[in-house]
Nanobody
C-alpha cells in the first residue's frame, strides 16, 4: 500500500501548538484503526495516540491531555493536534495503522525549542 504522507511539523517554542496531518490511502483509512507515532533522536519509535473507531481514542501517558487525534473520512486524513508542547516532544512524527501495517512514510519533524 502507498506510504502515508505526513505534514505540519516545524519549530515551535515550549507551550506552543502544532497540528499534524497525514494523508492515507482510502483503503487503509477505511479499513484500519490509525495511530500517530514518534521517534526522538537516539530513541525507539513509540506510539503516542491511536484512534480505534469514530470515537475511541487512546494516548500515551506522556501526551494525555495535550494531544488530540482525529480523522476526516472525507479527506482520508489523520490529524494530531498538539498543545502545550514540551522539549521532550521533539521528534519525527509518523502515522500508520494501529498495528504498523503500512510502509512507513518519511514523517514530519517537530522541534520544540526556544
Amino acid at each position: 500500500q502507498a506510504q502515508p504522507v505526513e505534514s505540519g511539523g516545524g519549530l515551535v517554542q515550549p507551550g506552543g501548538s502544532l497540528r499534524l496531518s497525514c494523508e492515507v490511502s482510502e483503503r487503509a483509512f477505511t479499513t484500519y484503526s490509525m495511530a500517530w507515532y514518534r521517534q526522538a533522536p537516539g530513541k525507539e519509535r513509540e506510539r503516542v495516540a491511536g484512534i480505534l473507531s469514530d470515537t475511541g481514542t487512546k494516548y500515551a501517558d506522556s501526551v494525555e491531555g495535550r494531544f488530540i487525534i482525529s480523522r476526516d473520512y472525507a479527506k482520508n486524513t489523520l490529524f494530531l493536534q498538539m498543545n502545550d508542547l514540551k522539549r521532550e516532544d521533539t521528534a519525527v512524527y509518523y502515522c500508520n495503522t494501529l498495528a504498523g501495517l503500512l510502509h512507513w512514510g518519511q514523517g514530519t519533524e517537530v522541534t520544540v525549542s526556544t
